[in-house]
């Protein structure tokens, strides 16, 4: 997020509603009101460009406002909730298309791909980190970001190693950087036919291995609806392993396998509460409690969300960043999602 918003900017952004709105509402709208444009253009060009989606062309017009023209920072507060909140109701709305009947449909491959793509990716990546010369809180952070969910799971696992928060900044960069170019790669390998596969098996390989849940939507839907559902069925595989992998990495700092701290290990964990509310939608929808107008609706508005936050995530995404990560990060979190990437797709020709 940008710095703060000066007192000149807050007297030009949207001042004639001065008065009228809640502060917090004042402070947002103006990033809310560009987000949505921007997806309103996205959905246009998504019905205009068969080989665009909509969700991949509100992430690209964000990038290019965000790297070719001077964005002022009453926009970003804005931005900033359209990519997080926004994107998260939007989320939850996606449970409403999917029923426990296509949960189970999935099979057991799809629990065992991403556990094990998982587990080999994070041993292979704190092994990949050491022989790179990163600390072995470094090489766990970008393990736990690249093989579970992401900026989440970075979080959570610098919290239990109290990193140090140049090294939390990094290691997000790192992920959001290789997660967000796996999310616009995918889907082009699918519609090239680079690696031939179904629209079913195309989802599990995205909800398998790439990083963010947004990411995962993105890349999924951007093929078809089917390819969507899965792929975020299976990314919650990985999520909800984060909960013991937590604990047992947590034991392991403790029991001084992992690199020790100097004070203990916090254990104080965070979990991704709305995909609890994506799985009470998938709840809701099974038990039929929707009407087919009510859940046309809400698909629509599902999309929009969506859209805005990925319009959010383009305008966040600086290509300065790049030069930031560092030498050593950099080609891991390269060397790692191409691994990931890999392991993934080898397991689903294995076992599907």
């Not at 710095?3 to 008065?19: H, M, N, T, Y």
């Not at 098996?201 to 947004?214: K, L």
């Not at 960043?321 to 993934?344: C, E, N, Q, W, Y």
Request: proline share 4%; net charge positive; hydrophobic share 55%.
């Amino acid at each position: 997020m940008e710095g703060q918003i000066s007192r000149e900017e807050q007297a030009i952004s949207f001042s004639f509603l001065k008065g009228y709105l809640p502060p917090a509402v004042e402070e947002k709208l103006p990033g809310l009101i560009l987000t949505a444009v921007i997806s309103a253009l996205a959905l246009y060009t998504g019905s205009q460009v068969s080989y665009v989606s909509p969700l991949l062309a509100a992430m690209g017009i964000g990038m290019i406002i965000r790297n070719f023209f001077i964005v002022p920072n009453f926009y970003f507060p804005g931005v900033f909730y359209s990519m997080r909140q926004v994107l998260r109701v939007g989320i939850v709305l996606l449970g409403s298309k999917i029923t426990i009947d296509k949960v189970l449909g999935l099979g057991w491959e799809s629990i065992l791909i991403p556990t094990v793509s998982l587990m080999a990716s994070l041993i292979f990546i704190i092994f990949l980190g050491k022989l790179f010369g990163l600390s072995q809180r470094m090489s766990l952070l970008l393990g736990m970001g690249t093989s579970i969910c992401g900026a989440s799971a970075v979080l959570i696992g610098g919290s239990l190693t109290k990193s140090k928060e140049e090294d939390v900044i990094v290691s997000i960069s790192a992920i959001t950087v290789f997660g967000t170019i796996s999310m616009l790669i995918y889907p082009f390998i699918y519609k090239l036919n680079i690696i031939p596969m179904t629209s079913e098996t195309y989802g599990v390989w995205v909800g398998a291995s790439v990083h963010e849940v947004a990411q995962v939507v993105t890349a999924g839907f951007s093929v078809d609806k089917t390819s969507g559902e899965v792929a975020v069925l299976v990314k919650l595989v990985r999520v909800i392993l984060l909960i013991p992998l937590a604990f047992v990495i947590s034991l392991l700092i403790n029991w001084g396998i992992l690199e020790k701290t100097e004070k203990p290990a916090q254990r104080v964990l965070t979990f991704p509460l709305f995909l609890l509310g994506f799985a009470g939608m998938v709840i809701l929808n099974s038990l039929e409690f929707f009407t087919p107008k009510a859940l046309k609706w809400m698909e629509f508005t599902a999309l929009f969300f969506l859209l805005m936050g990925m319009a959010g995530m383009g305008l966040e995404t600086d290509f300065r960043r790049l030069l930031k990560i560092g030498f050593r990060p950099f080609f891991v979190g390269l060397i790692s999602t191409v691994f990931i990437g890999g392991v993934s797709l080898l397991l689903i020709y294995i076992l599907k």
